[in-house]
């Protein structure tokens, strides 16, 4: 469907808002951020403000984290957000959340979400990406269990990451 007619149809940029904890980033996201770049025109990081789940950076590290990572890249932009994701969404005029699916046990929290945000805001969609299978087992919670202790995280966060990770969790020595 083209023209004027079409509902869907929006002359402006393609804003995407890629939201999530990212306590921390790891290889899986940024996977992900580099499939959203031939989608999109704009592709907002929207690092949630959760402080009440006790994080282990805060959200002005995990920003921090994400901006020293693709801060570079003028497509992206990385900002902290509180309250209602389609809030956050609307107040970019973006109209898509990124999503990544790694396997089949993340598909029903992630569609109780996708049906939720659509209730909230029929005009944003949710579009889902799979990251490479080499990112299918890795999470932000084993990324810190990993690395507490002791085990080897290379090629699966960035260099970074991994800094703020030894100087936060120094793996046990004895
Ligand atoms: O990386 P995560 O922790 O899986 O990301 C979850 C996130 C941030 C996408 C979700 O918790 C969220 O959107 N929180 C904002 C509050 C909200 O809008 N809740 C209703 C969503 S259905």
Redesign the pocket.
Known sequence: MSGSSDPTASAGPRIAVY????DPLHGGHLDIMRRCKPLFDRVVV?V?E?EEKRPLFSVDERVAMISEVVGEDPIFTVQS?S????DFVESLGARAII?GLRAVSDFEYEF??AL??RR?DPGIETVFLTPREEYTFVS?RLVKEVFRLGGDLSGLVPVPVLRRLEERLRPETN
């Not at 309250?83 to 389609?86: A, D, F, H, I, R």
């Open positions: 939201p999530g904890s990212f929207g949630l959760n957000f309250g209602l994701l389609v999503r109780q979400m939720m945000n909230l932000s």
